[in-house]
Nanobody, 119 residues
Framework: DVQLVESGGGSVQAGGSLRLTCTYSTYAYSSYCLGWFRQAPGKENEGVVDTDSDGRATYASSVKGRFTISQDNGLKKSYLQMNDLKPEDSGMYYC???????????????WGRGTQGTV
């Protein structure tokens, strides 16, 4: 089974930055999508950004221009650079992997345990 591990969370002041990393094991398919989601207490799981194995990314409007996703397919790592952070960006951040890109959480096949980001 594919496994994902997030790291890099922490606590920063508003306007600060965090860089999250998702390390994943081999996925069954050569074409896949990595999704980053976040969930704040009392709120629904929210799609932040997804990227397919060719590097095409889709950002939620709330983070566009502030967050940047990149990935190293050889190392099987996805990086989420988060700049100009706002209190509403706080939450548990999860990475996930699936066959296609969508902000529908249920479409993803595997998830990490998450890393907390607090602003």
């Amino acid at each position: 089974d594919v496994q994902l591990v997030e790291s890099g969370g922490g606590s920063v002041q508003a306007g600060g930055s965090l860089r999250l990393t998702c390390t994943y094991s081999t996925y069954a398919y050569s074409s896949y999508c990595l999704g980053w989601f976040r969930q704040a207490p009392g709120k629904e799981n929210e799609g932040v950004v997804d990227t397919d194995s060719d590097g095409r990314a889709t950002y939620a409007s709330s983070v566009k221009g502030r967050f940047t996703i990149s990935q190293d397919n050889g190392l099987k790592k996805s990086y989420l650079q988060m700049n100009d952070l706002k209190p509403e960006d706080s939450g548990m951040y999860y990475c996930s992997i699936g066959d296609y890109c969508t902000f529908v959480a249920g479409a993803y096949e595997a998830w990490g345990r998450g890393t907390q980001g607090t602003v």
